[in-house]
């Protein structure tokens, strides 16, 4: 069982980005990429998650064993792929909870409605577990959030959806110390045997929190190099060159 | 079958004071004189005129069906149910305390009193043929007084009901708010049937340093056809805030103009309106800054769907004197469809000076990142335009400013998206 991506090509436009991208995500372990600015990382994330303005020109998606490229946006995460953004939306007018309850809601059959109690003791528990304030709940999703706040309710919300493969990109970002601490303890509580998680980060720090089972670098949209854990801390010594120069 | 427009009413003018029947007599005579509007006519710029055909409603009593469940308020001071235009005694009512009238009540206890008011409710807005038909056909209507310094906790229902397809009702509202009273007022336009005609009015006078809030919902059916007027007027320090909901009828004009006549008044005006299928919703406004220091504010939001459209015109006039004024006006418009058509007309006079002023509208629809964080959580395109449209409406509802009211309105506005999406 895993994620598994197979020489992916990607344009956007005339331009290609991911130039034949192969990578297996099995469930059960967390890997990490690092790479330059613009190598194509997110890029990676939101084809993965389904954004139209990207164009698959070649190269297959397979979520335990699915066509994850075939399907709709909205089905990808109904199937359990879940993606923490670099840049998330601010929704001016929708709150918090209803944005959650509307997406658990879509998980439920036709006619089912949710389990209104369930749901809040849900969702106060895993807010407490990443130290939000129960205010977050009424406001309107992201508006008006600071950048680390954003960050933490992407992690809030796959806490809540409980996918089976997570991208995370950038979500070391814009935390201050101790979010970055509450948010490693909040990812590294879903690491399991159920789930495979993608940290797309620039930072060794946050690898000092959530240990990867896997370091990918990737470079002008391909993975130019895999490796354990200690290739996170020799990319922070030696940066890019030596690995882009030999590719 | 008696038409509303071509066969003068029939009156029982026995009981009530000479100048009654005579202002309905004058309102007849007004309504027939006046032209239709026409496409040369400022005030129904835009409008699709073929619309007003208002031929076919029968002015005579349909069968009233049976009472059918109401979306009521579960706790009110007062409630007045009409159904057709007959006040059902059995399902209001009215606690001795509250003076909240009848017509033919009104006119016997306080006649002298409302003879300046109780006439054809002009807006100066462009309807003034259709004012005088409601008030030619006025049968009935609700008065209600606050006394002085009376402050009434739970707001007072009206519930007009509408039933069958080529009935026609006038409903009317009359509020005088006395110094220092408060009171706020829930009317619903509810159609059992798809089809009918109503025009309505609504006349919101407050005294001295008092507080009147009213809400309107409409909720007819899509086959049916509204024009309501509104006639606002605020006293020295007055609050008075005129809130629509229009979220049925197939076509809708209102019209509402707000008097800022004493120094230190204020005035809100909201809505919320939501327009599918072919419908056409037309709102026109007016708020004049008559005295100084007066502080007006209007937000009027529109949700567009198929090939629906919106008409929003509205002037700010500040008149000589009126300096200290500040008054706002904006219109929103949220498309969400390509053949759709909003169109907004914001307007400012400005006669006096040190005034605050500022007006706009915007038309947009919701941004493709926006949808795409919804469906990246699962939340399929149609629900989260519904969100995001409810999320646009719910701005204004939360400013009518009462808990019950604003969750009913609310279910209602729910609702009427939820029919949207089928
Ligand atoms: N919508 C777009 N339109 C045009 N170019 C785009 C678009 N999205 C990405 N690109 C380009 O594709 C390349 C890869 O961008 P991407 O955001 O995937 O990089 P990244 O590896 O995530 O970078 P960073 O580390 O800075 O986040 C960049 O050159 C970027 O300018
Ligand atoms: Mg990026």
Known sequence: ?247 | MRSVLLDAPVWNHAAVPPWFAQSQQTAWETFSRLPLPSRRDEAWRFADLKLLALEGYADEDSAVAAPAALALLEQSAARLVFRNGHFQAAESHRPSGIQVLTLAEALASHGDRLQAVLQVPETGLGSAKFAALHHAHLRDAVVIIIPAGQEIEQPIEIVHLLQGPSAAVFPRTLILTEAKAKVAVLEQHLGESEGGLSIGAAQLIAGEGSTLHYTLLNRLGAGSKSMHFSTVSAGRDAQLRHSLFNLGSGWARTECRSLLEGPGSRSEMFSVSLAAGGQEIDQRTLQDHLSPHSYSDLLYKNVLFDTSRTIFAGLIKVDEGAHGTDAYQKCRNLLLSDDCEANSMPGLEINADQVKCSHGSTTGRIAEEELFYFESRGIPRLQATRLIAVGFAQEVVAKVGHPAVEALISQAVEARFAEQEG
């Open chain 1, 1 to 247: 069982m895993k994620l598994e991506i197979k020489d992916l090509h990607v344009s956007i436009g005339d331009r290609e980005i991911l130039k034949g991208l192969t990578l297996d995500l099995p469930k059960g372990e967390v890997h990490a990429i690092m790479g330059p600015n613009g190598s194509g990382k997110s890029t990676l994330s939101k084809v993965l998650a389904g954004h139209e303005d990207y164009t698959v020109t070649s190269g297959s998606v397979l979520m335990d064993g699915i066509d994850l490229l075939a399907m709709p946006i909205d089905q990808r995460s109904r199937a359990g792929f879940f993606l923490a953004f670099q840049y998330p939306m601010e929704i001016p007018g929708v709150s918090n909870a209803n944005f959650l309850r509307a997406a658990l809601q879509a998980r439920l059959p036709k006619g089912k409605p949710i389990d209104a109690v369930a749901f809040y003791k849900q969702l106060y528990a895993k807010m407490d577990l990443l130290k939000m304030d129960r205010s977050f709940t009424a406001r309107s999703v992201n508006e008006g959030f600071s950048g680390g706040e954003k960050k933490r309710n992407e992690i809030l919300q796959m806490a809540m959806l409980e996918p089976t493969y997570a991208v995370l990109d950038e979500t070391d970002s814009g935390l201050d110390i101790d979010a970055l601490k509450i948010v490693s303890d909040g990812v590294n509580a879903m690491r399991g045997p159920d789930r495979g998680i993608l940290l797309i980060t620039h930072y060794q720090r946050l690898l000092d929190y959530i240990k990867p089972d896997v370091v990918h670098v990737m470079a002008d949209g391909q993975i130019i190099k895999s490796g354990g854990a200690d290739l996170a801390l020799e990319l922070e010594e030696r940066g890019y060159d030596w690995l882009t120069k030999a590719a």
